[in-house]
């Protein structure tokens, strides 16, 4: 039976098993913010149970569960579709990118390290002019 690796961006991985069809409905691997998901995924903009991926005659397939804020596959907002190798997933603000495992044919969701803007840093303490005003003139109060 085919099995899913969930490649954490702390370097750590996960092995999921599929479970055999039953009815020719296959049991998804559910992704979503609860701890308790087969792949767990920390991110505020993740519904509690928002997608997954089932092993169907011989295929991997993305399925949105009803989240909120939608699947997307290279982009393209999904209900349901087949991965291929290199297509990103995106749910929430985290990407994760589907591959083969060379050999086994397994899946692996590699996970994206959130990328996260550096905080603003003030040079000086003095605040920037006005537009217009002349380059190192310090302005005055004006009195009257």
């Known amino acids: 039976m085919a099995a899913l690796v969930h490649r954490r961006p702390d370097g750590s991985t996960r092995t999921l098993e599929f479970a055999a069809a039953t009815n020719g409905v296959a049991k998804p691997l559910i992704m979503g913010r609860l701890s308790a998901s087969d792949i767990p995924v920390h991110d505020a903009f993740v519904s509690r149970v928002h997608c997954g991926v089932s092993f169907v005659n011989e295929q991997f397939v993305l399925k949105d569960l009803g989240s909120a804020n939608g699947t997307y596959r290279?982009?393209?907002?999904?209900?349901?579709?087949?991965?291929?190798p290199g297509d990103k997933i995106q749910?929430?603000?985290?990407?994760?990118?589907?591959?083969?495992?060379?050999?086994?044919?397994?899946?692996?969701?590699?996970?994206?390290?959130?990328?996260?803007?550096?905080?603003?840093?003030?040079?000086?303490?003095?605040?920037?002019?006005?537009?217009?005003?002349?380059?190192?003139?310090?302005?005055?109060?004006?009195?009257?």
């Not at 290279?74 to 291929?84: I, K, T």
């Open 74 to 84: 290279n982009g393209a907002r999904v209900y349901e579709a087949p991965l291929e």
């Open 91 to 144: 749910i929430g603000n985290t990407t994760l990118v589907f591959e083969l495992e060379t050999g086994t044919g397994n899946a692996i969701l590699r996970q994206i390290p959130h990328m996260v803007a550096p905080p603003e840093s003030v040079s000086s303490a003095v605040p920037p002019s006005a537009p217009g005003a002349q380059a190192g003139a310090r302005s005055s109060p004006v009195q009257r």
